[in-house]
């Protein structure tokens, strides 16, 4: 990852390849926003909008730096109307700004820093935008256009103490986003069940985070229907892996669950070939669980945390389970499947029962559980349900953090769509709030503890262009909103 340092030096002996500067709004065009150092005669000499330069959020222009700075280009990032710059708005410019000097070696950022807030967001939004996914590129193309090496925010702030802890935050957050980009981004004939779960082993070294993989035998002998009834179809066993971060003197116990489908076909209920080609994302909940709590231990949060990752792989073949057939999750509760391709609340259900047998403070799962929510959402804005006071602090976390979700109700009248003649419950019901019905399937096995549910089916994957710091492919959302909410949890 890109190395992060803070500097409050004079931007006329400040070296480095690329100086970035905000753009803001005004009645009269565009206009260069203020910061400490820049001098007068180092702005260009003609009217910004003549050059073609926006101020819409994001929005990145290039121009010479000229002789006054020690930058070799100077780099104008758009953040909008000057009286609605937020947090999240420096963070997204930043990251953009970052984002498109791939391949540039050194960058120093120079936007707004009014306070920590701000410095913390321009810096996590730096080290987001400086990201790629290199793994399966050959000869040049493997090393072209690879992040920025060394990032400087440029901040009067610099030499604050709640600074440098700001900044190392930023590092071990944008790590974990990172992480859960790689692996949503690894194709699935090399992240299968059995290879996440060694990933998750090597990954946790040195963390002080225990890690238990459970087999296809010992899911067996415990119980666990519903990894066993997806994984049936492939050739490649499902896994339960239990993560656990327990400091001394934790102030709270909270159980992370994540699905994690390394790929879906829909099984015998098969999906249309269009349907398929992003479905090696469908174990980003799993990926994001696991850095979460990675990232937990690294930052030495007073918080107990205890992830499952709820891995299998869900394919059509001779051994795969059929619509009609029924399975016992976790605890004994009967599920008639009749639908295969609504499998990523089967395998949470028993991640879900196994959470609770632990007595948890409380519980979240995390999942790109449904095609409802990016209908009713799109795809930049995840959902959550659960328990009000779990869903307003997951709400309030996202918040701060800078992530998108919106809160969804639970029903009661949608259950009944999913009674069964011959079982305890059936795994689908009302097509129309497809994404309540299946909250309310996983509020079966939730049990009795606060608990909140977060579909993040869409933002998992950009499948469009790159926008702000969110790159194409796997965008780790969800992390940030995790770790904000056990950090919460800390203070309580």
Request: with cysteine; net charge negative; aromatic share 4%.
């Given at each position: 990852?890109?190395d992060?340092?803070?500097?409050?030096?004079?931007?006329?002996?400040?070296?480095?390849?690329?100086?970035?500067?905000?753009?803001?709004?005004?009645?009269?065009?565009?206009?260069?926003?203020?910061?400490?150092?820049?001098?007068?005669?180092a702005r260009?000499?003609?009217?910004?909008?003549?050059?073609g330069?926006?101020?819409?959020?994001?929005?990145v222009?290039?121009?010479?730096?000229?002789?006054?700075?020690?930058?070799?280009?100077?780099?104008l990032?758009?953040?909008?109307?000057?009286?609605?710059?937020?947090?999240?708005?420096?963070?997204?410019?930043?990251?953009?700004?970052?984002?498109?000097?791939?391949?540039?070696?050194?960058v120093?950022?120079?936007?707004?820093?009014?306070?920590?807030?701000?410095?913390?967001?321009?810096?996590?939004?730096?080290?987001?935008?400086?990201?790629?996914?290199?793994?399966?590129?050959?000869?040049?193309?493997?090393?072209?256009?690879s992040?920025?090496?060394?990032?400087?925010?440029?901040?009067?702030?610099a030499?604050?103490?709640?600074?440098?802890?700001?900044?190392?935050?930023?590092?071990v957050?944008?790590?974990?986003?990172?992480g859960?980009?790689?692996?949503?981004?690894?194709?699935?004939?090399?992240?299968?069940?059995?290879?996440?779960?060694?990933?998750?082993?090597?990954?946790?070294?040195?963390?002080?985070?225990?890690?238990?993989?459970?087999?296809?035998?010992?899911?067996?002998?415990?119980?666990?229907?519903?990894?066993?009834?997806?994984?049936?179809?492939s050739?490649?066993?499902?896994?339960?892996?239990?993560?656990?971060?327990?400091?001394s003197?934790?102030?709270?116990?909270?159980?992370?669950v994540?699905?994690?489908?390394?790929?879906?076909?829909?099984?015998?209920?098969?999906k249309?070939?269009?349907?398929?080609?992003?479905m090696?994302?469908?174990?980003?909940?799993?990926?994001?669980?696991?850095?979460?709590?990675?990232?937990?231990a690294?930052?030495?949060?007073?918080?107990?945390?205890?992830?499952?990752l709820?891995?299998?792989?869900?394919m059509p073949?001779?051994?795969?389970?059929?619509p009609?057939?029924?399975?016992?999750?976790?605890?004994?509760?009967?599920?008639?499947?009749?639908?295969?391709?609504?499998?990523?609340?089967?395998?949470?259900?028993?991640?879900?029962?196994?959470?609770?047998?632990?007595?948890?403070?409380?519980?979240?799962?995390?999942?790109?559980l449904?095609?409802?929510?990016?209908?009713?959402?799109?795809?930049?804005?995840?959902?959550?349900?659960?328990?009000?006071?779990?869903?307003?602090?997951?709400?309030?976390?996202?918040?701060?953090?800078?992530?998108?979700?919106?809160p969804?109700?639970?029903?009661?009248?949608?259950?009944?769509?999913m009674?069964?003649?011959?079982?305890?419950?059936?795994?689908?019901?009302?097509?129309?709030?497809?994404?309540?019905?299946?909250?309310?399937?996983?509020?079966?096995?939730?049990?009795?503890?606060?608990?909140?549910?977060?579909?993040?089916?869409?933002?998992?994957f950009?499948?469009?262009?790159?926008?702000?710091?969110?790159?194409?492919?796997?965008?780790?959302?969800a992390?940030?909103?995790?770790?904000?909410?056990l950090?919460?949890?800390?203070?309580?």
């Amino acid at each position: 990852m890109s190395d992060l340092t803070f500097t409050s030096r004079d931007l006329r002996s400040l070296r480095t390849d690329a100086l970035v500067v905000g753009v803001t709004s005004t009645s009269g065009g565009p206009r260069l926003v203020s910061v400490d150092g820049f001098p007068d005669s180092a702005r260009p000499g003609v009217d910004l909008e003549l050059l073609g330069v926006s101020a819409d959020v994001c929005s990145v222009s290039r121009v010479p730096a000229g002789t006054e700075l020690g930058a070799d280009v100077l780099v104008l990032v758009g953040l909008g109307a000057a009286d609605r710059v937020t947090p999240e708005t420096l963070r997204r410019a930043a990251g953009a700004a970052v984002r498109s000097l791939a391949g540039v070696p050194s960058v120093a950022v120079a936007l707004p820093t009014a306070d920590e807030a701000d410095v913390a967001a321009v810096a996590e939004g730096a080290l987001l935008g400086a990201y790629a996914f290199r793994t399966y590129r050959t000869g040049d193309a493997a090393t072209s256009g690879s992040p920025v090496e060394a990032i400087q925010v440029v901040t009067p702030l610099a030499r604050q103490s709640s600074v440098k802890k700001a900044g190392e935050r930023a590092a071990v957050v944008a790590a974990a986003v990172h992480g859960t980009r790689d692996l949503v981004n690894t194709a699935p004939n090399d992240l299968f069940p059995a290879a996440f779960a060694d990933i998750a082993k090597a990954s946790a070294k040195g963390t002080g985070v225990k890690v238990t993989v459970l087999d296809e035998k010992a899911l067996a002998a415990g119980g666990y229907g519903g990894l066993l009834g997806v994984g049936l179809g492939s050739s490649r066993g499902p896994r339960l892996v239990k993560l656990s971060y327990a400091p001394s003197r934790a102030k709270a116990k909270v159980a992370l669950v994540g699905k994690g489908i390394t790929f879906d076909s829909g099984g015998i209920s098969i999906k249309p070939a269009k349907g398929m080609e992003a479905m090696k994302s469908d174990m980003a909940g799993a990926a994001a669980v696991l850095h979460t709590v990675l990232a937990a231990a690294r930052l030495g949060l007073p918080v107990a945390v205890t992830g499952w990752l709820c891995l299998a792989e869900n394919m059509p073949s001779g051994t795969a389970q059929r619509p009609s057939d029924v399975i016992t999750i976790r605890g004994g509760k009967t599920v008639e499947v009749l639908n295969t391709d609504a499998e990523g609340r089967l395998v949470l259900a028993d991640g879900l029962v196994a959470a609770g047998e632990e007595n948890p403070d409380v519980i979240l799962d995390v999942a790109t559980l449904t095609g409802a929510q990016m209908v009713a959402l799109g795809n930049r804005v995840s959902a959550v349900m659960g328990s009000e006071d779990v869903r307003t602090a997951v709400l309030e976390a996202a918040e701060r953090t800078g992530e998108q979700f919106w809160p969804m109700p639970l029903p009661e009248e949608l259950r009944a769509s999913m009674d069964s003649p011959v079982a305890d419950i059936a795994n689908i019901g009302e097509r129309f709030g497809g994404m309540l019905v299946a909250g309310l399937f996983l509020k079966e096995f939730a049990g009795d503890f606060p608990w909140a549910h977060l579909d993040i089916a869409g933002p998992s994957f950009n499948e469009g262009t790159a926008h702000g710091y969110t790159p194409v492919g796997g965008t780790g959302v969800a992390v940030r909103t995790l770790v904000g909410f056990l950090e919460s949890h800390a203070t309580r």
